[in-house]
T-cell receptor
Framework: DAGITQSPRHKVTETGTPVTLRCHQT?????MYWYRQDPGHGLRLIHY???????DKGEVSDGYSVSRSKTEDFLLTLESATSSQTSVYFC?????????????FGQGTRLTVV | RKEVEQDPGPFNVPEGATVAFNCTYS??????FFWYRQDCRKEPKLLMS???SGNEDGRFTAQLNRASQYISLLIRDSKLSDSATYLC??????????FGKGTRLSVIA
């Protein structure tokens, strides 16, 4: 299995609090992505990174920010969590964009905002 | 936004059956295509890549129809372990992957 880990795996937080999810890879892949997955919506891209300090928005980026200070780490921050951000969050990595090679996913983070 | 549309599920089939899913894509510039498999409460994992007209791997066959802009996934001799959600992906250049919503398959004993 590819070396990609997400932390935490589960989190319950209160509305209005900031939350940071971490994605760590040991594959030295250039590209990293954050998706959220909700019933009826499939996987939706939040933000992605094409290198250290290089990031861009996806289709559902409102309320989220990201940072990538090292190749191996990609952080997703919910600035002020809302109940609509309750979801399963997946990090993914790939050698190329748009993933003409295999993309590898982390195991996911289940976030509940109460 | 580039769209990828998949057959709605769930597909409930008996063991041993042959089942096929379709996936349509909107961007004619897409050159390569992928099927991912996602087990319940797990992450997606690559099942098959399709770069030309099709690809076959054991019981699984993926076919590409560029004229009609769809790809299909055929599963022969379905096993209980094939029960999962199958996600279609159609990259379209220098943008990150857009996934279909997935088709859920349940293979019944």
């Amino acid at each position: 299995d590819a070396g990609i880990t997400q932390s935490p795996r589960h989190k319950v937080t209160e509305t209005g609090t900031p939350v940071t999810l971490r994605c760590h890879q040991t594959e030295n892949h250039r590209y990293m992505y954050w998706y959220r997955q909700d019933p009826g919506h499939g996987l939706r891209l939040i933000h992605y990174s094409y290198g250290v300090k290089d990031t861009d928005k996806g289709e559902v980026s409102d309320g989220y920010s990201v940072s990538r200070s090292k190749t191996e780490d990609f952080l997703l921050t919910l600035e002020s969590a809302t109940s609509s951000q309750t979801s399963v969050y997946f990090c993914a990595i790939s050698e190329t964009i748009p993933m003409n090679t295999e993309a590898f996913f982390g195991q996911g983070t289940r976030l509940t905002v109460v | 936004r580039k769209e990828v549309e998949q057959d709605p599920g769930p597909f409930n089939v008996p063991e041993g059956a042959t089942v096929a899913f379709n996936c349509t894509y909107s961007n004619s510039a897409s050159q390569s295509f992928f099927w991912y498999r996602q087990d319940c409460r797990k992450e997606p994992k690559l099942l098959m890549s399709v770069y030309s007209s099709g690809n076959e791997d054991g019981r699984f066959t993926a076919q590409l129809n560029r004229a009609s802009q769809y790809i299909s996934l055929l599963i022969r001799d379905s096993k209980l372990s094939d029960s999962a959600t199958y996600l279609c992906v159609a990259p379209d250049g220098n943008t990150p992957l857009v996934f279909g919503k997935g088709t859920r398959l349940s293979v019944i004993a």
